[in-house]
């Protein structure tokens, strides 16, 4: 099947430094990624879909500007946590779609902001 | 309204036995839904993808969707300890993939 790549597989960083996840689609041409976020012992809270060439959509209640997501071309999209705190610790998830049927996830990054 | 409601679990069967698990959604509109496996600490990896009424099998599991009720299910048959794991389900037919709460499976021996 297909492949989406994601790292850092984790990452720990010291409170207001900034954070870039990258998500690429290793084997196809994505149009349309998505970023998720997940804490501990709860389900996938979409943060925003990313479309190629466009600004992202996001989530009521997600910071556009501390999110920063940036989707260059049809097999990279890359997530920036900017100036991240504690709160932000959790695991980030990428996901791409190649068509409507095949939507296929990364291996995740988790955060730990000190 | 959630779009897609799950029921949270834990589900616990015994191997060998078939689990079954349910997902409603609020969309009428909704034409076709994903099935994922998310195992603790990692990501979700894709089970099925259904989009007519009725089933669809692939190997040890089973789809069902039924339209007109609103809901969609995954059979799982001859559970094994393995299958252990929060099963997610979510409509394909939206900008924006929204997924259920997930239903947590447990087989034991």
């Known amino acids: 099947g297909a492949v989406v790549s994601q790292h850092p597989s984790w990452v720990i960083c010291k409170s207001g430094t900034s954070v870039k996840i990258e998500c690429r689609s290793l084997?196809?041409?994505?149009?349309?990624m998505f970023w998720y976020r997940q804490f501990p012992k709860q389900s996938l809270m979409l943060m925003a879909t990313s479309n190629e060439g466009s600004k992202a959509t996001y989530e009521q209640g997600v910071e556009k500007d501390k999110f920063l997501i940036n989707h260059a071309s049809l097999t990279l999209s890359t997530l920036t946590v900017t100036s991240a705190h504690p709160e932000d610790s959790s695991f980030y998830i990428c996901?791409?779609?190649?068509?409507?049927?095949?939507?296929?996830f990364g291996s995740g990054t988790q955060l730990s902001v000190l | 309204q959630k779009e897609v409601e799950q029921n949270s679990g834990p589900l616990s069967v015994p191997e060998g036995a078939i689990a079954s698990l349910n997902c409603t959604y609020s969309?009428?509109?909704?034409?076709?839904f994903f099935w994922y496996r998310q195992y603790s600490g990692k990501s979700p990896e894709l089970i099925m993808f259904i989009y007519s009424n009725g089933d669809k099998e692939d190997g040890r599991f089973t789809a069902q969707l039924n339209k007109a009720s609103q809901y969609v299910s995954l059979l799982i048959r001859d559970s094994q300890p393995s299958d252990s794991a929060t099963y997610l389900c979510a409509p394909s037919n939206t900008d924006k993939l929204i997924f259920g709460t997930g239903t947590r499976l447990q087989v034991f021996p």
């Open positions: 084997d196809f041409q994505a149009t349309t």
């Open positions: 996901s791409a779609s190649e068509g409507v049927e095949k939507l296929f």
């Open positions: 969309d009428r509109g909704s034409q076709s």
